[in-house]
């Protein structure tokens, strides 16, 4: 059955304020489950981890269940390939040191415009401090997809690692990710993919797409504040970590610096039992297509998401039809509805004589949150030349958005216009 947004809204208490939040790429709502294994396990199980004693043993357990659900949201082979840490930036951060051994003077990286700078900066300090050399893939301002020339270009420099994002969070745009991994193997490049903007809107299969590296925050589909990095095991087992002595030498620990945060893990928990609860109540129509790639768990986890992406399609027509309704907004990205297959429903717009902070502040006087800025995109508000002028507005629905939201943004936009 199709998702029901009333029954999906009740399992967020933070919706039942009255204001509509359209500043999901920035991070979501949390689900009522997540909030539960929170609360669980500080009054329950809260201790530091690897003691002989009951509480210990649980929060061990814990983050066990909760790796392991997690390997079966992205389709991991097994839970060691999941590791967990403070936010996606911290962990590129970190997995760049550690693959800058392997690159030195004269190898190649290759990053991308249309990126977050989470998978910009990590690569370019990589390669300043390793005397690499940085090549960019462009993309088209026309329509916020991916140059697929220009890739191809960079990849004859027949790089070592290969970086570039599921889905923009400033445009919306979804690269063909299966695509350019099969690229940048067969010119002999390790693939990072950042999967953040992604996460909330679209299944992810890791084993699938063939990365080395996938990585995803939890608190950008419906749960607690942290990051999450998936690698293949092999490459885990080969990489060299910088850790404090005593730490574990295997996979996933040895990369998982100090103590981890885990209420937060216990929150992730939560959050993918809400999304086994939406794959049971919404997915069965999805379920014949995708039950001879998956089972178990993992078939729950993506059935939720392709009723998610079925859903959200018709939430991002009636976004573009409330931006095209006030003649004056510029939009960025894709707008044909019939290519809303490479979009998720994230729209960034201008409108003239005013700025984007005065636009969002307006919105906010209407019980509207929307981003302004360049939501660390710096690239891509660079290459259409809006950076200087405060960036854009970004208005990013979730499958729990509703089309009278969406009624009232475009009252609030229309308003707001002629000012």
Partial sequence: MPIDPAKVRRQFPALQRPEAYFDNPGGTQVAKQCLDRIMEYLIEDNANHEGAFATSRASDEIIARSRAAMADFLNAARPEEILFGANMTSLAFHLARSLARRLGPGDTIVVTRLDHDANISPWLLLAEDRGCKVEWTDFIPEDGTLDLRSYERALESRPKLVAFGCASNALGTINPVERMTEMAHQAGALVFVDAVHYAPHGLIDVRAGGYDFLACSPYKFFGPHMGVLYGRRELLDELFAYKVRPASDAPPTKFETGTQNHEAIAGLLGTLEYFEWLGRECGQDEAAGLAGRFDG????????????????????????????????????????PARFEERVPTFAFRLPNLSPRRIAEEMDKDGLFVWDGNYYALEVTRRLGVEDQGGMVRVGAAHYNTRDEIVRFGRSLARIARI
Wanted: glycine share 4%; net charge positive.
């Fill in 297 to 336: 768990r993992a078939l729950i986890f993506k059935q939720a998401l392709a009723a998610i992406q079925t859903h959200e399609k018709g939430l991002a027509q009636d976004l573009l039809k409330a931006l095209q309704y006030t003649p004056a907004a510029t939009i960025y990205g894709l707008t044909d």
